[in-house]
């Protein structure tokens, strides 16, 4: 009977950490459309900027409210330094789907993000049951098919940044996990400190180049280069911010409560979120990979949960 008990609670401590990852999926795909639909008017990164700086108050405040305490300097180094570099590989991201074609260079980066936190759990915490090894393994699959679209031949260089991006949000989540170890809400804010410091230096080397807005809906007089739309490229900034916020938290509790190749699995497959939400709000149809992959991971889902 104790042994039943046992397996009742981590069945149930299972399910818990998929539904906080989807949490985290859902809403990281929701930042993922809110800051996409803010850069198609403004510039990519000072949208990113001002939901990153709008929410790192609003964090502050929260820990101020309630007198948390300050955890140990290593768990906060360990979240400044995650959202540092998780700042950094958004920036090398961007620049990589800027230079080509953008399917197979977001499917190398999706891959690495889930696969660099399932490998450092495998070492870490062992190898999980048969079912979950499977629903870890459908979950790659599904991020390669749902991120995935053929399209032109893809500049090596682009996939190398790729990868590079892939491999930093991946050591993004392992970070935010490790330093959960002093609290999940100062990780989150650590974190945030660490990706505005990121996103500051970033927007003073690439000012130049983040001023031009991903089409080319406006120009310059006598210019055929776009020209940024200044005006309430904030609100979506702050939308995105907010909803990633939220997801750093799902994944953070995920990863805190259960295993962290799980909890990094399930929210790794937030693109799918924001392929439905181009789907309902601006009738955009998903590919029949896409579909599929979407229908791949839900099984994954299914199995992670079991």
Known sequence: MVSAAVAAVGTAASAGSVGLGLVAASTWGGSDFAGGLGARRSPALLVVASGHVVTLIVLLAV???RHSPI???VELMEGAFGGLEGALALALFYRALAMGAMGLTAALTGLLTALVPVLFAL???GFPGPLAACGLLLGLLAIVLIAYAPGNTTPPQALALGAISGLGFGLQLILLKLAAAGGVLWALTSARIGGVLGMAAILVVAWPR?????DGSTTQAGNSRPAPVWSGFWRL???AG???TIG?????LAAHTGRLDVAAMVSSLYPGFTILLAAVILRERPSRRQTLGMAVALASVVMLSL
């Open 63 to 65: 820990c101020g409210l």
């Open 242 to 244: 907010g909803l990633d």
């Open 71 to 73: 955890p140990p300097p």
């Open 123 to 125: 070492w870490s915490e």
């Open 210 to 214: 983040s001023q031009l807005p991903a």
């Open 237 to 239: 900034g702050i939308l």
């Open 248 to 252: 750093n938290l799902g994944y953070t």
